[in-house]
């Protein structure tokens, strides 16, 4: 192999990588991704647009939903931290997590009183709960009271209103309620 051809498949090798991680979430550019910091934000959607892919903005701001089976996290078996897409807020823990069949990341218990905060939704001819991330308002999906024990909820999250950790695995804490 030439020096050309080395530095060719070089540049091949790098935009095949630009191009695989152009479609997430890039918490490098956005300044107001912070793990751990409850400081509420309160930025107005014009802010977020700057910072936010499209999809993740179309969930959380726009109040979208992904289509079931579509978004990330749905299957994922590995231990560790979801924080908010948008802000980096600690929301469940993967300890958590559980299969409930519809497509979505489904968890029964966020990590901490201050990761979501609900409100009522009757949008769609339907009487729902939103959950919102607590610290930047941000959409995440809907809670329901069908789940699992001990809690018996479903928060019913949209996958790409979520960023995953493996590095960083939590214990939520017993004491916390809905
Ligand atoms: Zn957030």
Redesign the pocket.
């Known amino acids: 192999m030439n020096k050309v051809t080395i530095i060719f498949s070089g540049l091949l090798l790098l935009t095949g990588i630009m191009s695989c991680t152009a479609q997430q979430q890039d918490e490098s550019k956005n300044p107001y991704y912070k793990p751990f910091d409850n400081t509420k934000?309160t930025l107005n959607n014009a802010e977020w647009k700057k910072v936010l892919t499209p999809k993740v903005y179309f969930i959380?701001r726009e109040k979208g939903t992904e289509i079931a089976n579509t978004g990330p996290y749905v299957h994922n078996p590995v231990k560790g931290m979801y924080y908010?897409?948008?802000?980096?807020?600690a929301l469940f823990s993967s300890d958590t997590k559980f299969d409930s069949g519809t497509g979505w990341p489904s968890f029964f218990k966020p990590f901490n009183g201050k990761s979501v905060i609900t409100s009522k939704d009757n949008s769609y001819g339907m009487e729902r709960d939103e959950v919102l991330?607590?610290?930047?308002?941000?959409h995440l999906g809907h809670v329901f009271d069908d789940g699992p024990p001990p809690t018996h909820l479903r928060y019913c999250m949209n996958g790409y209103a979520l960023h995953f950790d493996e590095h960083e695995v939590y214990q939520t804490k017993p004491d916390t309620k809905k």
């Open positions: 934000l959380m908010c897409a948008a802000c980096g807020n991330c607590a610290r930047c308002g941000g």
